[in-house]
T-cell receptor
Framework: DAKTTQPPSMDCAEGRAANLPCNHS???????VYWYRQIHSQGPQYIIHGLKNNETNEMASLIITEDRKSSTLILPHATLRDTAVYYCIVRVAGSSNTGKLIFGQGTTLQVKP | GAVVSQHPSWVICKSGTSVKIECRSL??????MFWYRQFPKQSLMLMATSNEGSKATYEQGVEKDKFLINHASLTLSTLTVTSAHPEDSSFYIC?????????????FGEGSRLTVL
């Protein structure tokens, strides 16, 4: 699975949009981009994933560049409860995949009042 | 999303004893489960892949005789830390793959914090 690069930390004001970048320049054509987050002392929580097209769900939006070498996770209106470590992971999806996720260091997002 | 439950959520034990942690998929069948370990202020480290009905696959550097994994059913995998020592104190997290979905999403348990005295 391709590696990803994320900034170690970011701050965001409460109520503002949080934009978390991720570089995955060696991503393969069959690899998806996944985002998880981990709130302190809890298990990781799935946020969103995508292949080529931008994706949106009730939690966030995922913007993937046309060359797929980078992506941005957008939390449209960050709250204090969004303070967490955010992990960007690329992996092959589908039933033939072993499914394991390899975590990098992630981005620690601190939402401030 | 799907629910994965771990038990116990925290445990304290004496050095030399063995501790068993359970991971259950509550509303789906998981042919594959994964065990991670996380030390303070570090990322999750994959320990092993647990396959229902077969032997687990361990990542490089993880002792299979130290960390026994059993995946006896489609909804339960257990991790036993044998002869625990203080350096085994860590946050252990399991995840399970919902094989019914096309992309095989992974869902994580709440984690189990082990403290070895």
């Amino acid at each position: 699975d391709a590696k990803t690069t994320q900034p170690p930390s970011m701050d965001c004001a409460e109520g503002r949009a949080a934009n978390l970048p991720c570089n995955h320049s060696t991503i393969s054509g069959n690899e998806y981009v996944y985002w998880y987050r981990q709130i302190h002392s809890q298990g990781p929580q799935y946020i969103i994933h995508g292949l080529k097209n931008n994706e949106t769900n009730e939690m966030a939006s995922l913007i993937i560049t046309e060359d797929r070498k980078s992506s941005t996770l957008i939390l449209p209106h960050a709250t204090l409860r969004d303070t967490a470590v955010y992990y960007c992971i690329v992996r092959v999806a589908g039933s033939s995949n072993t499914g394991k996720l390899i975590f990098g260091q992630g981005t620690t997002l601190q939402v401030k009042p | 999303g799907a629910v994965v439950s771990q038990h116990p959520s925290w445990v304290i034990c004496k050095s030399g004893t063995s501790v068993k942690i359970e991971c259950r998929s509550l509303d789906f069948q998981a042919t594959t489960m994964f065990w991670y370990r996380q030390f303070p202020k570090q990322s999750l480290m994959l320990m092993a892949t647990s396959n229902e009905g077969s032997k687990a696959t361990y990542e490089q550097g993880v002792e299979k005789d130290k960390f026994l994994i059993n995946h006896a059913s489609l909804t339960l995998s257990t991790l036993t830390v044998t002869s625990a020592h203080p350096e085994d104190s860590s946050f252990y997290i399991c995840s399970a793959r919902d094989g019914s979905g096309n992309t095989g999403e992974l869902f994580f348990g709440e984690g189990s914090r082990l403290t070895v005295l």
